[in-house]
T-cell receptor, first 115, second 111 residues
Framework: NAGVMQNPRHLVRRRGQEARLRCSPM?????VYWYRQLPEEGLKFMVY????????ESGMPKERFSAEFPKEGPSILRIQQVVRGDSAAYFC?????????????FGSGTQLSVL | GNSVTQMEGPVTLSEEAFLTINCTYT??????LFWYVQYPGEGLQLLLK?????DKGSNKGFEATYRKETTSFHLEKGSVQVSDSAVYFC??????????FGTGTRLLVSP
């Protein structure tokens, strides 16, 4: 049973390009969470999605960032017109039912570098 | 606001040494507290947790006690192994499945 899969592991983009980060949750999990770790900071919550729905996006920057979790396929975190300040490690986590006491399973992250 | 402060790393120890990684927090209310571990090339894994004051979480020889009076959740292990080398993250849960993490502390254990 594969864990949470994120790809790519490393992504390099030039300023102004688009970045697409993918997350395939564990088999049977329908709840996905995205976290971002900026340099020298802790991981910070960005968005919580259930299949085809955004449940909580209170941690998402208001512009350029979007997330989706379609009925089929992985969850996508999309960053348009990237800037140097977007350089960070982006982690995805998943859970089966989304109840508060349930364990989260994390992927190994995507390291985004913006040149 | 809610925040977690961890001791800076790396922490370098010899095998069988005693480990302490300090963690303090600031939060409104009574958060649940967690330690996560990230081994090289892998995702974060839950190591242990405590949900109320004076609770002790333990797993794989690691322990941490929820201290409300000092707002701390220090991680300890009596005798570390080379295989414990990893990055350790302290975290608190502020709301529905929302975690606030510290910056992580890298532990390096040499034979």
């Amino acid at each position: 049973n594969a864990g949470v899969m994120q790809n790519p592991r490393h992504l390099v983009r030039r300023r102004g390009q688009e970045a697409r980060l993918r997350c395939s949750p564990m088999k049977g999990h329908s709840h996905v969470y995205w976290y971002r770790q900026l340099p020298e900071e802790g991981l910070k919550f960005m968005v919580y999605l259930q299949k085809e729905n955004i449940i909580d996006e209170s941690g998402m920057p208001k512009e350029r960032f979007s997330a989706e979790f379609p009925k089929e396929g992985p969850s996508i975190l999309r960053i348009q017109q990237v800037v140097r300040g977007d350089s960070a490690a982006y982690f995805c986590a998943s859970s089966a039912s989304g109840t508060d006491n349930e364990k989260l399973f994390f992927g190994s992250g995507t390291q985004l570098s913006v040149l | 606001g809610n925040s977690v402060t961890q001791m800076e790393g790396p922490v370098t120890l010899s095998e069988e040494a005693f480990l302490t990684i300090n963690c303090t927090y600031t939060a409104t209310g009574y958060p649940s507290l967690f330690w996560y571990v990230q081994y090289p090339g892998e995702g974060l894994q839950l190591l242990l947790k405590a949900t109320k004051a004076d609770d002790k979480g333990s797993n794989k020889g690691f322990e941490a006690t929820y201290r409300k009076e000092t707002t701390s959740f220090h991680l300890e292990k009596g005798s570390v192994q080379v295989s414990d080398s990893a990055v350790y993250f302290c975290a608190l849960r502020t709301g529905f499945q929302k975690l606030v993490f510290g910056t992580g502390t890298r532990l390096l254990v040499s034979p």
